[in-house]
């Protein structure tokens, strides 16, 4: 049998021809397709600007400059991530504050984000991770108590929804992720949803350089911009799969619904939240009952690559990586993110996936578990 990964992108054959019809053009950067893939963005998240960047981390940490965030302010986020949610706070000369998760959504736990703001704190970064949406309207509602900015890393929930609206349709400054592994791709790349044109422009420049140009052809640089623009190749694959995007979530769902139908419930697995109609199930991840097992989980998911399926860890709680452990951070600092990131395990879970292929899954789990079960 085929390895089975824990994840794939579903590229289809218009996709394909739209890469290689950029690759004819003779226009490979930035260009038209970039603006089209900007205009159909916008279009999806309902008429909000929107300017695409060749990654997420470049989004979020372009947010931070536009939100006037430097040397000095703090800015609130979960322990709980990929590390270029922190890290790019780091990048601005920011302090990253964190609160730990609640145990049930596994994202940035509401109830104690408001006893770690101070006079310092100047923005609130939620990640949903998994692509379970934070609760939007409690999180607002806490930024305006503090005249706080947010700034959304949505790198794993595009085209997920808070109470039937999309992401990114609402609040503050939303990034979204192309990376190959996300729910839609475009290789490498992202965007930024922002809340007005002076916002775009501010966007544009600090993605190119700073430079901006006049109508005549002059041009001028006032601030400080790096290189982060997306290029039209990558734009076209980003073209075809907002197209999908719907029906990928839609299959995500399903698919993550099936696990939860064929998952033996005696294995002791701590299952992610049910949830069906918000979230896009960027992954599915169960939680090992460690205290229970005789492996490590590393020797879980080395057995599970022998059963031809691949297994990922997203993510080891970020506070105990080296660079912020020498910021002061220690072990026992975010206890339930710190369990989680030990115990957590990425199931395969893409569009393309079977039903047989769930079915394999879960077979292959109970397999190397049941033995090892105490
Ligand atoms: C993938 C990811 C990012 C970074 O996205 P890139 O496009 O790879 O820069 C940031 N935050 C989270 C939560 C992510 O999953």
């Not at 536009?66 to 609130?76: C, F, N, R, S």
């Not at 947010?150 to 808070?162: K, L, N, P, R």
């Not at 503050?172 to 930024?192: I, P, Q, R, W, Y």
């Amino acid at each position: 049998m085929d390895f089975l990964p824990f994840t794939r992108p579903c590229l289809d054959e218009d996709t394909i021809a739209a890469v290689t019809a950029v690759l004819r053009s003779g226009w490979l950067t930035t260009g038209p397709k970039a603006r089209e893939f900007e205009g159909a963005l916008s279009a999806y998240v309902g008429g909000r600007p929107v300017r695409v960047m060749n990654s997420a981390t470049a989004a979020l940490e372009i947010a931070l400059r536009i939100a006037g965030i430097g040397p000095g302010d703090e800015v609130i986020t979960t322990p709980l991530s990929w590390v270029a949610t922190a890290n790019v706070i780091l990048a601005v000369g920011a302090t990253p504050v964190f609160v730990d998760v609640d145990r049930e959504s596994r994202n940035i736990d509401l109830n104690r984000l408001e006893a770690a703001i101070t006079p310092r704190t100047r923005a609130l970064l939620p990640v949903d991770l998994a692509g379970l949406p934070v609760d939007r309207d409690r999180l607002y509602a806490i930024a305006r108590r503090h005249d706080l900015r947010v700034i959304e890393d949505a790198a794993q929930s595009c085209g997920a929804q808070w109470q039937g609206r999309r992401l990114g349709s609402m609040g503050d400054l939303v990034a979204f992720s192309f990376h190959a592994n996300k729910n839609m791709t475009s290789g490498e790349g992202g965007c930024l949803v922002l809340n007005d044109e002076n916002e775009a422009r501010l966007c544009e420049k600090l993605r190119l350089q700073g430079v901006t140009r006049a109508a005549d052809g002059t041009m001028d640089v006032d601030v400080l911009g790096g290189k982060s623009n997306l290029t039209d190749i990558a734009a076209a694959i980003g073209l075809g799969q907002l197209r999908q995007l719907d029906g990928f979530n839609a299959r995500r769902r399903y698919l993550a619904r099936q696990y939860f139908v064929h998952l033996d419930r005696t294995l002791g697995l701590e299952l992610p939240l049910p949830e069906f109609e918000q979230g896009n199930w960027h992954m599915f991840q169960p939680l090992l009952p460690l205290d229970r097992l005789r492996i490590t989980r590393g020797a879980f998911i080395e057995s599970m690559r022998a059963e031809g399926i691949g297994v990922g860890v997203h993510y080891p709680a970020m506070h105990l990586f080296t660079l912020y452990r020498q910021r002061g951070f220690a072990v026992g600092d975010f206890p339930v993110a710190e369990d989680i990131g030990q115990r957590t395990i990425t199931l395969p879970l893409f569009p393309a996936m079977q039903d047989a292929d769930v079915l394999r899954v879960c077979e292959a789990v109970a397999r190397v578990l049941r033995p090892v079960l105490v």
